[in-house]
């Protein structure tokens, strides 16, 4: 049945439009596309994953976007364990900021000013040098900006990095609101908990926490422009914050890593790959360390980086298939 909205003066019932279209959009992929079937592990990825070390907890999902009229493929381990984020929270965190702001992306952030003072829990928890140089690199900044900047897709330094991530939840109305929001969006990312600023002390609150099908969903939408709520030109905005890089062989890359070395030592590596003769490859590859034992913490975190690199790499190898000349 197709349904058709009035036409109406613009500006008139854009909400109910947006809304509309959104849930007409999200609805496509289950009417029109099956669930990936798992694919055979290769070799490699079987022999990184049973080669970590004891205790080391992890969640692996990498699959093909479905799409009419085409079989998609999968590879997953422990997918519903829930394991920290790290960064990689921050995309799903960026998709709400703009869908809270979808006509202001480029107008400065409101209420920013507020919460860069010095008693706002966003950034009450850095010192007085740290706050001085969060309000130097986020004064003023715009709604996109502050997404741009708490992806990585826009230069800043480390702290700005991360107070910009606590921006963006502040402005949620917190973390959680942030949660809220995040859920509401879509049942598929029920997962994704966020429970603290970022750089706050872990053990207060917990971690900010998802499953690896649960960031995994998140990047479905974002690879496939189909985000329940969101108007095509928001839903490009967030793709377009994402940090991207070019691999000759594998295609274009959307990614958002995470890393946290206190306590369980953490990686994750999470993105999508796109290239125009195939389906694009979303991969979530989450590790995580309690204690690497008579290891030295840098070496267990330097071995749990390459073990997500190449898990995820080996998975999307064995998914893409040979390149069409």
Not at 34 to 48: C, G, L, S
Not at 135 to 149: Q, T, W
Not at 206 to 217: K, T, V
Not at 265 to 281: A, H, Q
Request: aromatic share 4%; with cysteine.
């Amino acid at each position: 049945m197709l349904v058709l909205m009035p036409n109406s003066p613009r500006g008139v019932h854009r909400p109910l439009r947006r809304a509309f279209w959104g849930l007409l959009i999200a609805a496509l992929p289950a009417i029109h596309a099956e669930e990936p079937r798992t694919a055979t592990a290769p070799p490699t990825f079987d022999r990184v994953v049973e080669g970590l070390a004891p205790g080391v907890r992890y969640g692996i999902d990498v699959f093909q976007v479905p799409q009419a009229g085409a079989e998609a493929r999968s590879l997953r381990r422990q997918a519903d364990m829930v394991l920290p984020t790290a960064s990689a929270i921050k995309t799903a965190i960026m998709i709400e900021l703009f869908a809270k702001f979808p006509d202001g992306l480029d107008a400065p952030a409101p209420g920013l000013d507020a919460i860069l003072k010095d008693d706002h829990p966003a950034v009450a928890h850095f010192d007085a040098k740290g706050r001085d140089e969060i309000r130097a690199g986020l004064s003023g900044a715009s709604v996109r900006r502050i997404g741009r900047v708490m992806l990585g897709s826009e230069g800043a330094t480390n702290l700005v990095y991360n107070a910009a991530s606590n921006a963006a939840i502040a402005l949620l109305g917190g973390p959680d609101e942030t949660t809220r929001l995040i859920h509401s969006r879509d049942p598929a990312f029920a997962p994704i908990v966020v429970r603290r600023y970022m750089l706050t002390d872990r053990k207060v609150r917990g971690d900010n926490e998802s499953s690896a099908e649960g960031l995994a969903a998140v990047l479905r939408r974002l690879a496939s422009r189909e985000i329940p709520g969101l108007d095509a030109a928001t839903v490009e905005a967030c793709r377009t914050a994402v940090e991207v890089s070019d691999d000759p062989g594998r295609g274009r890359r959307r990614f958002k890593d995470g890393a946290l070395d206190s306590s369980p030592i953490t990686r994750v590596s999470t993105g999508w790959y796109e290239r125009p003769d195939g389906p694009p490859i979303v991969y979530v590859v989450m590790l995580a360390q309690d204690d690497p034992g008579a290891v030295p913490p840098a070496e267990s975190a330097a071995g749990l980086q390459e073990a997500a690199r190449r898990i995820a790499e080996a998975a999307v190898d064995a998914l893409r298939g040979p390149s069409t000349p």
